[in-house]
Every structure is written in structure tokens, then in C-alpha cells.
T-cell receptor
Framework: DAGITQSPRHKVTETGTPVTLRCHQT?????MYWYRQDPGHGLRLIHY???????DKGEVSDGYSVSRSKTEDFLLTLESATSSQTSVYFC?????????????FGPGTRLTVL | AQSVTQLDSQVPVFEEAPVELRCNYS??????LFWYVQYPNQGLQLLLK??????LVKGINGFEAEFNKSQTSFHLRKPSVHISDTAEYFC???FGSGNTGKLIFGQGTTLQVKP
């Protein structure tokens, strides 16, 4: 299994509070991704990173920000959580960002916003 | 627009029966195709992928998939399922060549294997 951990694994928070999710990898892969998983939608890309301090938006980036200060860590922040951000969040990594590359996924974080 | 459709949201099947999970995509450019499996309360794990060459791809746990360009499909099959195959299965497609790496997922199919 790829060495990917996510913390916390579960979190319940209230609307309007800030939330930070952490993804940590031990594979030294360059690319890291944040997805959200919702019933009927599969997985949708929020943001991704292609190196330290290099990030870009995915298809559902509104309301989220990310940071990557070290190769191994990729943080996802909800500045002011809303109920629509209740979801399961997955971090993924890949060595390259070419169309043929496999992405490896972490165990997920279940976030509930009340 | 490029899209991926998994035609069945749930597939119930009895143990030791064959199963097919369907996936269709829409694209005007070249594609690379993936199947991922998600066991309860876990992350996604790669089952198999098609990049080029033989259209029949074999993966882990006895699964295989066939790429059909004319029908724009990449259906997943297993000749005899086990209770342990109960999981959610995602088809994913990467479009085009070069440094894109954008992965688009289908909605997922829940495989329920009954004893």
C-alpha cells in the first residue's frame, strides 16, 4: 500500500468554523490531489499540487484553499465550513501527472458540517 | 464534453455467479481507462487499467475488463464473485496525451454479493 495518511479520519464541525484536513505521504511523489466523494457524483477534484508551493484548482474549488509547504504534506482548508461541504474527502498522490499514471488514494476523512 | 457514465448504481448478485459492471465514456480524443475498487470505510485501490495494446486487461482479484473503442465502453467482469467482492467500483477515464493527468470518475456502482 502507498504510504498515505489522512487526519483527522472523522470530524464534526459547525457551520462557519474553519477546518483543516491534512494529507501526509511517505512516497516522495511530486503530485498530490484532494477529492471529495458524494453519492451519485463519484469523486470530484478540488485542488491539486505539482510541487512545494505549487498548486492549482480543480473542478469544485470554490470554498476551499490548499497549501503545500513540504513535499510530504498537503493541507486542505475550509475557511468557513458550510453544510454543502459535508462529504468524504480523499487525498491522492502520483509520481507524474500524465494521462497514464496511477493515482494512489488515502483512507479518507469523513467531514460533517452541522 | 468528456464524461464517464456507470450505467448501474447497484448490482446485486449471488455468490459464485458472474458479474459485469458497465462503464461508458464520451470523448473525441484518446483515452486511458481505469477501474478502482473501494471497500467499506477505505480509500480507492486500483483494480486494473488500460493504456494501449490488447483490449482485454486483467487485474487483481480475478477481475478483467475489455476496452471497446467502437462502443466507447470499458466494462468490468468477473466470472465468479465472492462475498469479499462486495464494494463500490469506480470507472475513471483520463483523456488525451501528454501532461494532463486529469482523471474523471463515474458515479460508482455498488456490488452487493449475497450468500
Amino acid at each position: 500500500d502507498a504510504g498515505i495518511t489522512q487526519s483527522p479520519r472523522h470530524k464534526v464541525t459547525e457551520t462557519g468554523t474553519p477546518v483543516t484536513l491534512r494529507c501526509h505521504q511517505t512516497e516522495n511523489h511530486r503530485y498530490m490531489y484532494w477529492y471529495r466523494q458524494d453519492p451519485g457524483h463519484g469523486l470530484r477534484l478540488i485542488h491539486y499540487s505539482y510541487g512545494v508551493k505549487d498548486t492549482d484548482k480543480g473542478e469544485v474549488s470554490d470554498g476551499y484553499s490548499v497549501s503545500r509547504s513540504k513535499t510530504e504534506d498537503f493541507l486542505l482548508t475550509l475557511e468557513s465550513a458550510t453544510s454543502s461541504q459535508t462529504s468524504v474527502y480523499f487525498c491522492a498522490i502520483s509520481e507524474n501527472r500524465v494521462s497514464t499514471d496511477t493515482q494512489y488514494f488515502g483512507p479518507g476523512t469523513r467531514l460533517t458540517v452541522l | 464534453a468528456q464524461s464517464v457514465t456507470q450505467l448501474d448504481s447497484q448490482v446485486p448478485v449471488f455468490e459464485e455467479a458472474p458479474v459485469e459492471l458497465r462503464c461508458n465514456y464520451s470523448s473525441s480524443v484518446s483515452v486511458y481507462l481505469f477501474w478502482y475498487v473501494q471497500y467499506p470505510n477505505q480509500g480507492l485501490q486500483l483494480l486494473l487499467k488500460y493504456l494501449s495494446g490488447s483490449t482485454l486487461v486483467k487485474g487483481i482479484n480475478g477481475f478483467e475488463a475489455e476496452f471497446n473503442k467502437s462502443q466507447t465502453s470499458f466494462h468490468l467482469r468477473k466470472p465468479s464473485v465472492h462475498i469479499s467482492d462486495t464494494a463500490e467500483y469506480f470507472c475513471a477515464v483520463s483523456f488525451g496525451s501528454g501532461n494532463t493527468g486529469k482523471l474523471i470518475f463515474g458515479q460508482g456502482t455498488t456490488l452487493q454479493v449475497k450468500p
